[in-house]
Nanobody, 117 residues
Framework: QVTLVESGGGSVQAGGSLRLACAPS????????LGWFRQAPGKEREFVSS????????YYIPSMKGRFAVSKDNAKNMLYLQMNNLKPEDTAVYYC??????????WGQGTQVTVYS
């Protein structure tokens, strides 16, 4: 399994930006897909975005594309989620996940993002 540690959450006014970071470690993950999920209070966890660590290919659900951007830093072994033009409905706990293909079997502890109007 891969160990994942998220950081960068916080409170921000609507329209603002935050950048989340995820530090993967442990077993080799060069061929893994790393992703971001979120879970709002009273709602199911939902997929946000993913990135294939080896190829760099990214994927977003349509509602996120344009406001959110996933990226990686190979030198630092870090995954990022840049979130712009945040809305109150983006308030959630954001999780980093990793796994082979799209089978996410490692999860971080989550980081809280609160967007206030």
């Amino acid at each position: 399994q891969v160990t994942l540690v998220e950081s960068g959450g916080g409170s921000v006014q609507a329209g603002g930006s935050l950048r989340l970071a995820c530090a993967p470690s442990g077993r080799a993950f060069e061929n893994y897909t790393l992703g971001w999920f979120r879970q709002a209070p009273g709602k199911e966890r939902e997929f946000v975005s993913s990135l294939n660590w080896g190829s760099g290919d990214t994927y977003y659900i349509p509602s996120m594309k344009g406001r959110f951007a996933v990226s990686k830093d190979n030198a630092k072994n870090m995954l990022y989620l840049q979130m712009n033009n945040l809305k109150p409905e983006d308030t959630a706990v954001y999780y980093c996940a990793a796994g082979p293909g799209l089978s996410f079997n490692s999860w971080g502890q989550g980081t809280q993002v609160t967007v206030y109007s």
